[in-house]
């Protein structure tokens, strides 16, 4: 079977779950925002308010939170992204335990996301210049774990059960920026609507343009769809990539 033919172009409802403010704005907002024009709904969560992100000597912790999570939700706005769950897990301490294995299914049960995106678990660095954020891997791990098989299960987490939330199966797992990706969705429409999202974060882009970076990225992916012959690919310049799985 053809990948166009194994995925949703439009999924009715998705999730995007990510470790801070900005992961989604970088990775996979083209997705978003393709999405959200075509009707679906998009929750976004966030396993940390990103409240260790400041090199200023004057900066706060609790004050960093107000500041991130307020960009995030201009974010989300530009993205027509309408909610956004702040998790509240402390910034450069996420692990992939249960009590956050917990949290996520918890949203994916009172959301049922039909799909889903997250960050890729077994990622940790970029050439000779970028290590991964270990959050980055920690809330993949948790996320993965909470869809296959936290969410699915009634006897997994009772205490979900108890708060009238029933299980739910995730159709469709979309894992950003994989060194396996099999999948590409391509964003040439919408990449000026990640740059916008992205502009919001104010408090870590400063004067930095990162639409040179950004559209390197994409156009390597959509680059890397043609080599692979994904189908549709020739059609295009700027593509966001994931390693797909559909779920029974």
Known sequence: MAEEEK???VPARAMVVMAHPDDA???VAGTVAKWTAGGSEVVFVLGTSGDKGSDDPEMTSEKLVETREREQLAAAKVLG???VEFLRFR???LMPDLNLRLAITRMIRKYKPDALICQDPTF???GQEYINHPDHSAMGEATLAAVFPSARDRLTFPQLLAEGLEPHKVREVFVGMSKEADVWI???DSFDTKLKALAEHRSQIGDWDPEPML????QDSAAE???KRFPGADDMALAESYKYFKLD
């Open 25 to 27: 704005e970088f990775g």
């Open 81 to 83: 992204v309408k909610t």
């Open 7 to 9: 995925t949703s172009t």
């Open 215 to 218: 559209r390197r990225w994409s």
């Open 186 to 188: 391509d964003i040439t």
């Open 225 to 227: 769809a043609r080599f």
């Open 124 to 126: 940790r660095w970029g």
């Open 91 to 93: 910034d450069a301490e």
